[in-house]
Antibody, heavy 117, light 107 residues
């Protein structure tokens, strides 16, 4: 069972970035996924949730209207489209699988996003 | 939003010590609580789910208890590999929220 994030990097304020999380070792289409971020030296912040079908989505107020979670069950991948990026979005972004009860396990290794001019 | 408050924020302990970390929810969350361990530069690992269920592969020296608004994580006999930061998380309702973390350091 493995989750691998990609797509992070340096972006200017106001810019956009698309993160990917590619899964392997399990039946991707039967699980829920979440994105969680961690600013440098800070704690964990839940960002977004997507249901098995992709029809139910929840996002934190801090990213609502700017970030969009999606999934492609044919590619075993979940995505986070980030736009109108701000300095405070600088963080390592983790994807996490949710099993029954929405327990987050496992997590990917994370991808770092830096928003700076 | 449900606020999760952990205490202490940091604790120093020695190998072999018993350590307890507390997590308090701002409203009742039944048993919808998880505990994670995070080491520097790594992703969090699930230790405890449903407040008291031990995740597969996690040593039995870790245990969780509580329901409603008060929860505890106990490490019965600290091992060198246990020095890390611990987070609680509620999955009772959106937005899911984490405690601020408890850093467990070597005395």
């Amino acid at each position: 069972v493995q989750l691998v994030e990609s797509g992070g990097g340096l972006v200017q304020p106001g810019g956009s970035l698309r993160l990917s999380c590619t899964a392997s070792g399990f039946n991707f289409s039967t699980y829920i996924f979440n994105w969680v971020r961690q600013a440098p030296g800070k704690g964990l912040e839940w960002v977004s949730y997507i249901s098995i079908t992709g029809r139910t989505i929840y996002s934190a107020d801090s990213v609502k209207g700017r970030f969009t979670i999606s999934r492609d069950n044919t590619k075993n991948s979940v995505f986070l489209q980030m736009s109108s990026l701000r300095d405070e979005d600088t963080a390592t972004y983790f994807c996490a699988r949710s099993n029954n009860g929405n327990w987050f396990d496992p997590w990917g290794q994370g991808t770092r996003v830096t928003v700076s001019s | 939003d449900i606020q999760m408050t952990q205490s202490p924020s940091s604790v120093s302990a020695s190998v072999g010590d018993r350590v307890t970390i507390t997590c308090r929810a701002s409203q009742g969350i039944s048993s919808w609580l998880a505990w994670f361990q995070q080491k520097p530069g790594k992703a969090p690992d699930l230790l405890i789910y449903a407040a008291s269920s031990l995740q597969s592969g996690v040593p039995p020296r870790f245990s969780g208890s509580g329901s409603g608004t008060g929860f505890t994580l106990t490490i019965s006999s600290l091992q060198p590999e246990d020095f890390a930061t611990y987070y609680c998380q509620q999955v009772h309702s959106f937005p899911y929220t984490f405690g601020q973390g408890t850093k467990l350091e070597i005395k």
